[in-house]
């Protein structure tokens, strides 16, 4: 079976799809999926968290004539 790629959003994908899961959040009146759309909202965060430890290393890399070494 050949496996599927998965394609890293980008940041800004990554805080709409955030800010659509929020207003969607604050509308929800079942429990179950509040805490479905939590435990969504967490691993997008963690995402977004991930893609900008990736950046910072990538920034500390670029040396005094800003080329990423």
Avoid at 43 to 55: C, H, P, T, Y
């Amino acid at each position: 079976m050949a496996q599927a790629k998965t394609k890293k959003k980008s940041l800004n994908e990554l805080f709409q799809e955030l800010d659509e899961l929020m207003q969607k959040l604050e509308e929800e009146e079942s429990l179950e999926k509040s805490f479905e759309m939590y435990k969504k909202g967490v691993g997008l965060l963690k995402e977004a968290n991930d893609s900008i430890d990736r950046i910072e290393k990538q920034v500390k890399v670029l040396d005094e004539d800003g080329i990423l070494s």
